[in-house]
Each structure stands twice: as structure tokens, then as C-alpha cells.
């Protein structure tokens, strides 16, 4: 501050406003970045908190998949006789499991993010975008420790049996995944943020959103390869779901099966930048007073 | 000095009763109203917020026109009864969640401790939390490995750092949690009440802690609390936030006085026609309290060196009941000055008929100190013992010296502050021994 001829003069500069919400489409990714720290904290108490005073601890995320896939084998393959794309059925449900657990996780837990962290988020103030994206990097490690046993399973099986199950992946396509486990990512986010972001104040969507996940995981080959879909309309709907292509695509990079189609990837990629653009926009909405209707 | 925090306006507006069908009308109107570029129709019929009388409207307001300035380095008290705004501004300024109308601009950093111990997760261990809630309190990581050591020798616990905080006691768990609090670094505090737990040792640590804050690193501090004790030694602004609407902003004395006053009414006569809002119960209600003089006028201002005459009013509505009435007397500070009741009138074996009643209590020259005292009234019965009437700030008045050369008062020649909750004129004696 200097004083000039008896006047004061005074920094009108502010770190900070607070508004009523506007209707302005403002993002503050910036926020965010600086609390990146708190993203890493969250990601830790989530992942040491889930299996305190367990025995098997994290060996947890092994068994859930192991088990689905017996399961699995015994309905789709033993019952319903269903053809798995010339590759031991063992590995086609393990690799399409995988991925839609990734999907699944991310969807069902960021889905409820204002509800479940309305405790929090009335104390104190943070980027509310860290919570999700935060359920969104602790399910990466779970998705990791199951892709690790995949990968066994896929050596393993390589090794015993004489190159029955089909082609080999080629190391080229191995790049795929990453990428396709980001996509996976950006819709389980954008879809969770929606959701969360319009149940604040009615909550009828949270009834629905339970087995919805549930039906989806059928509308998406996960149980069965898109090449023994006979009925073309049925194809062109099933192509319609954007997790379609990605299930799809992650089998051919983990087992060599299936098929890898750029246009439908494509078309998964735009489903998905579009679904986090409005799942941010509305998020970033509803945060400022969600507080006074949760 | 700059100023750091600027309120303009500030409102905001609750919508009281559930969130159900009934609402999304509304929701509908409002954004028909928003899409035609209108006013939101509901801004217009807020009712102040007043908890006690039944209103007629849905919408009320909790914060109403408020305007604050804070300039650096200043500590501000809020201070209110219950429901008055106090939380909700805070909530504001913390950004927990948007005001209806009117704006706020903050200079600097800004941590708020609306709550000790948010996020604090029971399964993890005293460490993973200190990193856990510093992160959320807006620390970063360095940050906290640096303070970690005085974190855990602020808050005593070294020997349980390892150990889920599920397994503390509340009192450990709470330091360890103040802790935390105490040792952010931001521009600007922002605490609620927070100093209303643990015991009394951690209680003074505490307000060690806040003045260590704001007078030796010279952060700006907005404190919210009910304790007047704390809020006169850590504050040097006051605003008194009533129904949602600033009463008063000024220095401290000025704003707790206002707060205390604005509490028992302010005047030296407190009387109930209505009913319905009368102290009391089916055996005893309140009629008519008042403070006189000596010569049986009412006052809001007595000299200390004259007596002071507190009238009860009450009306009895069952008889065969042995009653007892009495009165509290307390300062500016909410410290409980005395308690008194009439024993002569519990020891009469007379049954009581119903009617009015008055009780005359006198309370001695040169008996109390300079300051604002409120008075309380208590009735009570016994065999079986019950409260009927148990008011903490019914009436007020202010006891100040007259300076006149001729009055005999405990000051005597001394112009300064003397300190005391009481200032009785004692018998001095006085001789050489050697």
C-alpha cells in the first residue's frame, strides 16, 4: 500500500471470488493440479483401508475374477455352449472380465461421489473432481493386479499347451492397451460424474443405476465374441455401445483373438471425450451448491 | 493495512422442508423464469430467519445484505446465537457451498476448520492420517513431512502414530486432529468452534496456538465461537450476526456487549403478555422482571456505590407445592458472577395459594465491579425437586463509578482498568509495625 497526496492507494487484486453459481461454463482444472498431492493420498487410504484386518489382503482382487471366471466357464461354455473366437475359454473370460471390472468399478463408485462424500465435502473445501478421478487412479492398481494374472495365465497356458488357443498377441498390439484402459477410464469417469452429478437432489437414477451396469455388461461382448453375432441388426446395436469396441479391442492386444476395428475404436474415443466433456461441465455445476440439496 | 477479505451483500437462501416431488415444481419454474432471462421468481419471498416464530413462507434467509471487510493480520469474532448465520457464513467464505446473492473476494490462501478431523479414516494409522487430513486441509505432501515431528509432539501421541486411530480415545484422537489444524500455514484461518472439545490443558494449548497465529506470523483469523472468554482474548473485531443480518461490526467489548444485550432484551425491564412465549410451565410462568435503584426507579445504568433492587414477578398455578425462587447474576464475559436464592421464603411452611407474586432482592452498595451484568431467574420446587423456571438473561443493567469527589466507592482515587469479576469495598487496616 502507498499513500499519495492523502489518498490510499489500494491492490483491488483477489485471489479469489465467490459468487452465486453462474451459468458460465468454468472448469478450474487448475485447482485441481494443485491439489494433485490429495489425489495421491486419496488413492493410498483407498487402497490400505479395503483390506485392513484381512488375512489374503490385496490377494482379494485376484480371487473375485478367478471365481467369475469358473463361473463363466461353467454357464457360457458348459451350458450354453457359446464359442469363445477359437480361444480357450479359460483366457477369453479372464481378458473380458478384466476390462469390464475396470469399467464397472469406475462407474459404480464415482457414481455416488456427492452422496457418499456429502461428510466431507460440507467441511471443507477442495476440488470435488478429486474424489472420482482419485476412485478412478485406486481402481488402476486393482485393474493392474488383475491384468498381472492374466498375463500368467496367458504364459502359462503359451507354455503347457502346444499354441492350441489360437494365435499368439503380437508385441505390437500390446501398445493398444494403455490406451484402451484410458478410454475405459474416461467413460467410466464421464458416465460416474453425470450420474453423481444429477442425484444430488433426486436420487430416483441411483435406484436404476445398480443393475443397469449390470445389463450393460451383456449389451457389451464380454461373455461372447462379436463374431458369432449372426443377426446383422443385432450387430449394428450392439456396435452402438461404445465399450463394444474397446472389449473387443483388449482381446485381441492381451490374446490375439477377436478383431481390432479402427473406426469402431474411433468412434469409442469420441463417445468418450464427448461424455467427459459434459460429465465436467455439469460437474462443475452442481459442486458450488449441491451442499444445500444432497 | 490491505484489506484481505471483502463481503458484498452476501445473501443466501435456504429452502426449508424435504427435497421430493413438490419441489421439482418449482425447480420448473425457476428455470422457466431463467430461460426467459427473469429473476428467479423465489429470491423475492425469503422471510428472515428467525427459528422460533412459524413463518409463512418456504424460503428463508439464512444471511441477509452482509457486509464485512477484513484487512490482514485482523482477528475477526463472529459471534450470534444458534441459527443466526455464524456457520453459514463461515461455510461461504470456506466455499463449501455458493451464496444466493452478493459476492466475497479473498486474498491469499484460505484453510478453514469447520470441523477437526474431516476425513480422518478409522482404519488407518495416526501417521497415514496426518499425511491424509493435512492433504485435504490444503497442505501438500512436503509440507506436512516437515511439520511432521512438531505435529505429533504437538498432539501428544507419539507412541500411537503407527496405530489406527480407531484404537485412540476421543480425547487423542481430537489432539491429533487440532494438531494437524494447527499447524497449516494459510493466509487466512477460518475456524468454527473447534476449540469447544478436548480437556482443559489441550483447550488452553489451543488458544496458545490461535494467538501464536494471528499476533506473531500476523495471519488473518475468522473464529466463530460462543465462548466470550475466548473470543475477547483472541479477537479485536466483533460482528454480531442476528437472523441472518449483521447487528453490529466493531471492536470487541462494543460487539460482545451488543451480542449479550441483543441476547437478554436491554432493558432493565423484562415483561411477557404473550403467552405463548412466556418462561415457565404448568406450576410457575415468568411475568415481570426489572432492576431499580435505591430510590425504585428503573435503570439500565446504576452506580456501583448505590444498592441494586431486582423485582421477580411470577404467577403460581397449582398450589400445595413448596416453590423457591432465586436469581444468577453474570458478567459481560458469560462468567458466572453468583447465584442467590431466598431462604427465608424456603424454610415458611405456608402453602402457597395461586396468584402473582413478587420477590424483592437487594444487592449491596460497593459490591460490584464497572461493566454490563445480566440476571438471571430460576423457580424452582421441592419434595419432589423440579425446575420450573431456569431463564440465564432476562434482564440487564450497567454498573459504572461516579467519579463525584464525595462518593465512597472501591475505586477511590484510581482512574485505570482494576480488573475482578466482584469489586467489594473491603476494610483496609493499615499500621507501622517496625
Not at chain 1, 130 to 137: C, Y
Not at chain 1, 150 to 169: E, K, M
Not at chain 1, 238 to 249: C, G, M, R, T, Y
Not at chain 2, 131 to 151: C, H, S, V, W, Y
Request: with cysteine; charged share 20%.
Amino acid at each position: 500500500m502507498k499513500q499519495e497526496a492523502g489518498k490510499i492507494y489500494i491492490d483491488e487484486s483477489w485471489d479469489l471470488e465467490i459468487k452465486p453459481p453462474s451459468h458460465l461454463l468454468d472448469i478450474n482444472l487448475k485447482d485441481v493440479w494443485r491439489y494433485r498431492d490429495l489425489l495421491w493420498m486419496f488413492v493410498k487410504r483407498d487402497f490400505k483401508a479395503q483390506y485392513k484386518q484381512t488375512i489374503l489382503g490385496p490377494l482379494w482382487h485376484l480371487i473375485q475374477p478367478l471365481f467369475t471366471t469358473i463361473v463363466f466357464l461353467v454357464v457360457f461354455t458348459n451350458i450354453a455352449k457359446i464359442p469363445t473366437d477359437g480361444v480357450i475359454p479359460v483366457l477369453f473370460y479372464m481378458s473380458g472380465i478384466t476390462i469390464w471390472n475396470y469399467f464397472s468399478s469406475c462407474l459404480n463408485a464415482t457414481s455416488n461421489t456427492f452422496v457418499a462424500n456429502a461428510g466431507i465435502f460440507s467441511k471443507v473445501y477442495f476440488p470435488r473432481l478429486i474424489l472420482p478421478l482419485s476412485v478412478v487412479a485406486s481402481n488402476i492398481v486393482k485393474f493392474g493386479i488383475q491384468f498381472f494374472l492374466l498375463i500368467v495365465a496367458v504364459l502359462w497356458f503359451n507354455i503347457t499347451s502346444s499354441s492350441s488357443f489360437g494365435p499368439s498377441p503380437s508385441l505390437s498390439s500390446l501398445i493398444l492397451i494403455p490406451v484402451i484402459v484410458l478410454v475405459m477410464a474416461g467413460l467410466g469417469l464421464g458416465l460416474g460424474i453425470i450420474i453423481s452429478s444429477m442425484t444430488t437432489k433426486y436420487r430416483d437414477l441411483t435406484v436404476l443405476i445398480g443393475f443397469a451396469v449390470q445389463l450393460l455388461m451383456y449389451a457389451t461382448p464380454v461373455v461372447y465374441p462379436m463374431s458369432t453375432i449372426a443377426n446383422e441388426q443385432l450387430k449394428s446395436w450392439i456396435s452402438l455401445n461404445p465399450l463394444a469396441p474397446l472389449v473387443e479391442a483388449f482381446r485381441y492386444a492381451t490374446l490375439g483373438a477377436g478383431s481390432f476395428d479402427a473406426s469402431g475404436f474411433g468412434y469409442s474415443v469420441g463417445f468418450m471425450l464427448v461424455t467427459l466433456l459434459i460429465g465436467l461441465l455439469m460437474f462443475s455445476k452442481v459442486e458450488q451448491t449441491f451442499m444445500d440439496t444432497v | 493495512m490491505a484489506t484481505v477479505i471483502k463481503v458484498e451483500n452476501l445473501s443466501k437462501q435456504y429452502r426449508l422442508g424435504q427435497v421430493g416431488t413438490g419441489t421439482i415444481r418449482h425447480d420448473f419454474n425457476r428455470w422457466w423464469h431463467s430461460v426467459r432471462g427473469k429473476e428467479d421468481p423465489y429470491l423475492k419471498i425469503g422471510e428472515a430467519n428467525d427459528r422460533t416464530r412459524k413463518g409463512k413462507s418456504e424460503y428463508v434467509w439464512a444471511l441477509k445484505d452482509i457486509n464485512v471487510e477484513v484487512r490482514e493480520g485482523e482477528v475477526l469474532g463472529i459471534i450470534g446465537r444458534n441459527g443466526a448465520g455464524k456457520s453459514t457464513l463461515l461455510k461461504i467464505l470456506s466455499r463449501t457451498t455458493a451464496p444466493t446473492t452478493g459476492s466475497a473476494k479473498i486474498k491469499g490462501r484460505v484453510s478453514s476448520l469447520l470441523e477437526v478431523g474431516t476425513g480422518f479414516h478409522p482404519e488407518l494409522s495416526g501417521r497415514d492420517n496426518i499425511f491424509l487430513n493435512g492433504a485435504i486441509l490444503g497442505m501438500t505432501r512436503r509440507e506436512i513431512q516437515r511439520k511432521f515431528d512438531e505435529i505429533v509432539d504437538f498432539a501428544d501421541v507419539e507412541r500411537y502414530i503407527d496405530t489406527p486411530v480407531k484404537r485412540y480415545s476421543s480425547g487423542m484422537y481430537v489432539r491429533l486432529a487440532f494438531a494437524v489444524a494447527a499447524h497449516l500455514e494459510p493466509e487466512i484461518l477460518i475456524v468454527d468452534e473447534v476449540l469447544a472439545v478436548g480437556d482443559v490443558e489441550f483447550q488452553k494449548k489451543c488458544l496458545g496456538k490461535m494467538n501464536d497465529v494471528s499476533v506473531n506470523q500476523g495471519r488473518t483469523v475468522l473464529f466463530v465461537s460462543h465462548q466470550m472468554d475466548a473470543i475477547r482474548r483472541l479477537c479485536n473485531q466483533i460482528a454480531v450476526l442476528e437472523n441472518g443480518s449483521l447487528m453490529c461490526l466493531g471492536n470487541t467489548d462494543e460487539g460482545i456487549n451488543h451480542y449479550l444485550k441483543g441476547n437478554s432484551g436491554s432493558t432493565a425491564k423484562r415483561s411477557w403478555a404473550d403467552n405463548l412465549v412466556k418462561p415457565g410451565n404448568e406450576y410457575v410462568t415468568l411475568e415481570e422482571v426489572s432492576v431499580c435503584n435505591s430510590r425504585n426507579e428503573l435503570v439500565e445504568t446504576v452506580f456501583t456505590h448505590e444498592e441494586v433492587v431486582i423485582k421477580i414477578i411470577y404467577r403460581l398455578k397449582k398450589r400445595n407445592f413448596k416453590y423457591i425462587h432465586g436469581f444468577n447474576l453474570f458478567n459481560s464475559n458469560g462468567v458466572h458472577i453468583l447465584s442467590s436464592h431466598d431462604t427465608a421464603f424456603a424454610k415458611s411452611k405456608k402453602s402457597l395459594d395461586n396468584g402473582c407474586y413478587e420477590a424483592t432482592v437487594l444487592i449491596p452498595a460497593n459490591f460490584l465491579a464497572e461493566g454490563l451484568h445480566m440476571v438471571g431467574v430460576a423457580i424452582m420446587s421441592y419434595n419432589p425437586f423440579m425446575i420450573h423456571i431456569e431463564e440465564t438473561e432476562v434482564a440487564s443493567f450497567t454498573a459504572v463509578d461516579d467519579d463525584g469527589s464525595k462518593i465512597i466507592n472501591a475505586r477511590g482515587l484510581y482512574g485505570g482498568k482494576i480488573p475482578g469479576i466482584v469489586r467489594p469495598l473491603l476494610e483496609w487496616e493499615t499500621k507501622k509495625i517496625i
